[in-house]
């Protein structure tokens, strides 16, 4: 078989970037390990995503919005807080414009969209579940060796390969690309709520000493998810309560704004972990999403950075160009370094700073605790402070 780009894993990056590439009449073919069977059923993530109002756009480019905006709960305030602390930062999106700064949608209705608007394309293919045994990088591309499920092992050779495989990218270790990367001692409790009081669009992320506790707004006003972070050594004990101490915990956590709450959903955890990839590019190799950079979701941009690498290739491939007369699609060194040059300063900025926001936070140390605290209250004061962090978090 031959295709211009295979897309080594079908997560919400890969299947975005087949979508995005496809409309520039590139044929692409996706391959994952997984059962995406499995995987598009709504037991199996228990997460939401904060779509930023840049990813949005994007989204409304490659034709996916329509089929997600009935599901997308508009945050129009974010408001953080330092454990019981009365400062508090707030985020008004008034600030910057009447849009919303972004919307909470469940995955599994983005992993819908992305996947129903990938049928649509004859010029993509999705191999799954299938197992690759050999990936060899050439001067003119790549091959890499597949056997889908009980089917026989074919050849692929393809032009360019992007690596969408998650944080513990196979295709990045067969590379040899290294990575920066550590464990925080902290997991991502999900689940979702209902609530007797309307959640007004805001978004509360409440910093505790165990981790931050968000508290997204989902669509309809009467439903939230919840991302809990919490010590990994205490998650055995949440996720094994029953289902009034558990709602009793998390009003401890939220407050009595929201009224009575009621747990909607089982609850997931999600152990997490720092992974930023050396180089996001090797020889007709480019790795996106999680693959490069994985970080802490307190920001909610994991996925929006993933988008913006996607973004970013297109507009290479499309304004840079990748057709020569003689040889058809073609990936010149220069493209694939002009990528990884733009893409670098924003996946470090935002693994950055959500590594030092709950490296600072996530503790009582006392001076710590007033630090941050004045901090915070600083920034509250400083509007062209706090509008540009609300950009870079808008993705604008
Ligand atoms: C608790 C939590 C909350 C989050 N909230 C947000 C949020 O609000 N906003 C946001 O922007 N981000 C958020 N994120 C981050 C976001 O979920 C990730 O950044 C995003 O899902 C990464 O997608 P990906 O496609 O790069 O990787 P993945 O989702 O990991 O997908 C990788 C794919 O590759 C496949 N694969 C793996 N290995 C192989 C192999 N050897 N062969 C073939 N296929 C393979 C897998 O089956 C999978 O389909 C959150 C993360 C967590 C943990």
Same mark, same amino acid.
């Given at each position: 078989?031959?295709?211009?780009?295979?897309?080594?894993?079908?997560?919400?990056?890969?299947?975005?970037?087949?979508?995005?590439?496809?409309?520039?009449?590139?044929?692409? /073919?996706?391959?994952?390990?997984?059962?995406?069977?499995?995987?598009?059923?709504?037991?199996?993530?228990g997460? *939401?995503?904060?779509?930023?109002?840049?990813?949005?756009?994007?989204?409304?480019?490659?034709?996916?919005?329509?089929?997600?905006?009935?599901?997308?709960?508009?945050? =129009?305030?974010?408001?953080?807080?330092?454990?019981?602390?009365?400062?508090?930062?707030?985020?008004?999106?008034?600030?910057?414009?009447?849009?919303?700064?972004?919307?909470?949608?469940?995955?599994?209705?983005?992993?819908?969209?992305?996947?129903?608007?990938?049928?649509?394309?004859?010029?993509?293919?999705?191999?799954?579940?299938?197992?690759?045994?050999?990936?060899?990088?050439?001067?003119?591309?790549?091959?890499?060796?597949?056997?889908?499920?009980?089917?026989? *092992?074919? =050849?692929?050779?393809?032009?360019?390969?992007?690596?969408?495989?998650?944080?513990?990218?196979?295709?990045?270790?067969?590379?040899? /690309?290294?990575?920066?990367?550590?464990?925080?001692?902290q997991s991502g409790i999900v689940c979702t709520i209902?609530?007797?009081?309307?959640?007004?669009?805001?978004?509360q992320e409440r910093?505790l &000493?165990e981790g931050p506790f968000a508290v997204l707004?989902?669509?309809?006003?009467? =439903?939230s998810s919840l991302v809990w972070t919490e010590k990994?050594?205490l998650v &055995? /004990?949440y996720m094994?309560?029953?289902?009034?101490?558990i709602?009793?915990q998390i *009003?401890m956590r939220t407050?009595?704004?929201?009224?009575?709450?009621?747990l909607?959903?089982?609850m997931y955890s999600y152990?997490l972990?720092?992974?930023?990839?050396?180089?996001?590019?090797?020889?007709?190799?480019?790795?996106?999403?999680?693959?490069?950079?994985?970080?802490?979701p307190l920001?909610?941009?994991?996925?929006?950075?993933?988008?913006?690498?996607?973004?970013?290739?297109?507009?290479?491939?499309?304004?840079?160009?990748?057709?020569? =007369?003689?040889?058809?699609? *073609?990936?010149?060194?220069?493209?694939?370094?002009?990528?990884?040059?733009?893409?670098?300063?924003?996946?470090?900025?935002?693994?950055?700073?959500?590594?030092?926001?709950?490296?600072?936070?996530?503790?009582?140390?006392?001076?710590?605790?007033?630090?941050?605290?004045?901090?915070?209250?600083?920034?509250?004061?400083?509007?062209?402070?706090?509008?540009?962090?609300?950009?870079?978090?808008?993705?604008?």
């Open positions: 078989m031959k295709s211009d780009i295979i897309i080594i894993g079908a997560g919400l990056v890969g299947i975005t970037a087949a979508c995005a590439l496809a409309e520039l009449g590139l044929n692409i /073919i996706v391959i994952d390990s997984a059962d995406l069977d499995e995987v598009r059923k709504k037991e199996s993530d997460r *939401t995503c904060a779509i930023a109002a840049g990813s949005k756009r994007f989204f409304q480019k490659i034709g996916v919005w329509a089929d997600m905006e009935s599901h997308a709960g508009a945050i =129009n305030d974010i408001r953080v807080t330092d454990g019981n602390s009365p400062v508090f930062l707030h985020y008004d999106h008034k600030l910057i414009s009447n849009e919303p700064m972004g919307y909470i949608i469940e995955n599994y209705h983005i992993r819908e969209a992305l996947f129903k608007r990938a049928a649509g394309f004859k010029n993509i293919t999705i191999i799954a579940p299938a197992k690759y045994s050999n990936v060899q990088f050439e001067d003119d591309g790549c091959v890499v060796e597949v056997t889908p499920a009980s089917q026989p *092992t074919i =050849n692929i050779k393809s032009k360019l390969l992007i690596a969408a495989d998650g944080k513990n990218s196979n295709i990045r270790k067969i590379a040899g /690309i290294r990575t920066h990367e550590w464990n925080y001692d209902s609530h007797e009081n309307h959640h007004q669009f805001i978004a910093f &000493p707004p989902m669509v309809g006003g009467y =439903n990994k050594a &055995p /004990i094994s309560m029953a289902k009034e101490e709602e009793e *009003t407050g009595e704004y929201l009224g009575k709450i009621t909607d959903s089982r152990p972990s720092l992974c930023k990839a050396k180089t996001y590019i090797g020889k007709n190799l480019i790795l996106i999403g999680d693959a490069a950079h994985a970080m802490h920001a909610g941009q994991g996925f929006n950075v993933g988008i913006r690498d996607v973004e970013e290739l297109v507009y290479r491939l499309s304004v840079v160009g990748c057709r020569d =007369n003689d040889s058809g699609f *073609t990936i010149h060194d220069s493209l694939l370094k002009s990528y990884e040059a733009a893409r670098m300063a924003d996946s470090i900025a935002l693994i950055g700073i959500t590594d030092i926001l709950n490296r600072a936070f996530s503790n009582d140390i006392i001076p710590l605790r007033t630090a941050r605290r004045l901090g915070m209250a600083a920034v509250n004061k400083a509007t062209p402070l706090k509008k540009f962090f609300m950009k870079h978090a808008m993705g604008l």
